[in-house]
């Protein structure tokens, strides 16, 4: 993956020579010098372009962790992600590990939502999951909304344009070394909607009632459960509210947790039994 | 009645049996908690096998006259050295079990997330320990490397058989502990797990 990411090498080239022209700090009395002035500029040349380096080489590992990520799951880890860092995301504020939250959530939300390279799962999203995951798209996608502070700013600027190309094969080599062992959209079109109204009616969605005439059922895989769980509390769906009768939202967000959670467990002792 | 002449080679060796004593008291109570199954009492039980041979070791080099007639030569202060080494990293070791109790950490999940690992992950001989910490972030440690490293320093790598080749510790923020659906974290920690293991 690697080799395919250039950089700017004139973007680059003007951040070697700011490099070069910082100054030193300097002792009382003395005069102040610069880094080019101590070191010769092959020197600096190659700590800017090994500190690059391993932005990058750690980026195309966190990028490439996400993209996994939602091919063992499927959309459950973009909402959990979103769910969890949203109000803490640093969106324009990357370290030299992690790329900025911008570009893993619009890295993500393309994955689940294109055809061909990736996921595809908007064939088979009800309207308000695509709408939610969209609008994150949306927000991800528009210009930096707030100032970068951090000191790996000027590097990160280059490292995203990198990125660019190599995030279609990110996709195309997560799909590819997880073929066969995917979680994909056709198990979870199979299953979710029936598990989403178990969770409606207030029951733990741990079975699929495949043929409601012979009373024949199936254990529901824990990828199912959890995508489940994230699309009701998505779908703005009261029903398991009102059969709560709570109307306080984190209420009945801990008790469809729970619910989920459940699920899980007598899924988890159904296995068992069976075997 | 004067103590005998020289004494200080029994006293370090005591001191260095007391202190794995009052490690098995701990290690004993960690036991009794319960866990999720496998990592946490896997990890318990390499700390009390080990902390077992320390201790009956020491044992016997205080009923080994020749070494209690000096005072403690270089051989036995080396020798006495890694293994209080060896105690303080078991002792340091059962951090990654506090946490991971059945009350206290997402225990749910566990089940699905080994079916998970089993799924994609090449390597077999696995386990892992899921434990909820005051560090508000998901985070996967692979730990085995570390084990090894320090068993082999003292000479006690023959302990590690039967250890699972691949061992990790799972953090989740404990705060979210209950709410399973979050935990969907985990599958980035996988990612990362899946590169490691491919490359």
Known sequence: ?275 | MQRQTPYLTAHLLQLSLDRSKALRVELQRLRSQQYPPTGPLLLIELAIRTNEQISEELSAMLADPVLLAAIPTLEVEINLRAKTNLLAYLHLLMQYVQGAEIQYSPSTLVLPLRRLLKKHLRVRDFDFIVRASRWYNYSILPLIEGIQEVFSKADYSSLLAGFPSQFFIIDCPVSEKRNVPIHCMFAHEIGTLYIKDMT
């Open chain 1, 1 to 275: 993956m690697l080799p395919l990411i250039s950089v700017d090498e004139s973007a680059l080239e003007r951040l070697i020579t700011t490099y070069a022209m910082q100054p030193v700090e300097a002792k009382e009395g003395e005069t102040e010098v610069t880094a080019g002035d101590i070191f010769q500029k092959w020197r600096i040349d190659h700590a800017v372009r090994y500190r690059l380096q391993m932005i990058i080489t750690q980026w195309v590992e966190e990028l490439t962790a996400d993209a996994l990520a939602l091919c063992l799951i499927g959309p459950a880890y973009f909402f959990s992600f979103v769910y969890f860092a949203g109000p803490f995301a640093s969106m324009d504020n990357p370290s030299y590990s992690h790329p900025p939250d911008r570009m893993r959530i619009e890295f993500m939300c393309d994955m689940l939502l294109s055809q061909g390279d990736g996921l595809a799962y908007n064939k088979v999203l009800k309207e308000t999951t695509r709408d939610y995951i969209e609008q994150w798209k949306a927000y991800a996608s528009q210009s930096s909304t707030t100032t970068p502070v951090a000191e790996i700013t000027p590097y990160s600027s280059i490292a995203a344009q990198a990125f660019e190309p190599v995030l279609r094969k990110i996709m195309i080599e997560a799909k590819s070394i997880t073929r066969g062992r995917r979680y994909t959209p056709r198990r979870f079109q199979r299953d979710v909607s029936s598990l989403y109204e178990n969770l409606a009616n207030g029951i733990p969605p741990n079975e699929i009632m495949d043929d409601w005439a012979t009373g024949q059922s199936r254990i529901a895989e824990a990828e199912a459960i959890l995508n489940a769980g994230w699309v009701y509390l998505i779908s703005g769906d009261d029903r398991y509210a009102k059969l709560l009768d709570v109307s306080d939202q984190w209420t009945v967000t801990n008790k469809l947790f729970d619910l989920v959670s459940k699920g899980l467990e007598y899924a988890e002792i159904q296995r068992r039994w069976g075997r």
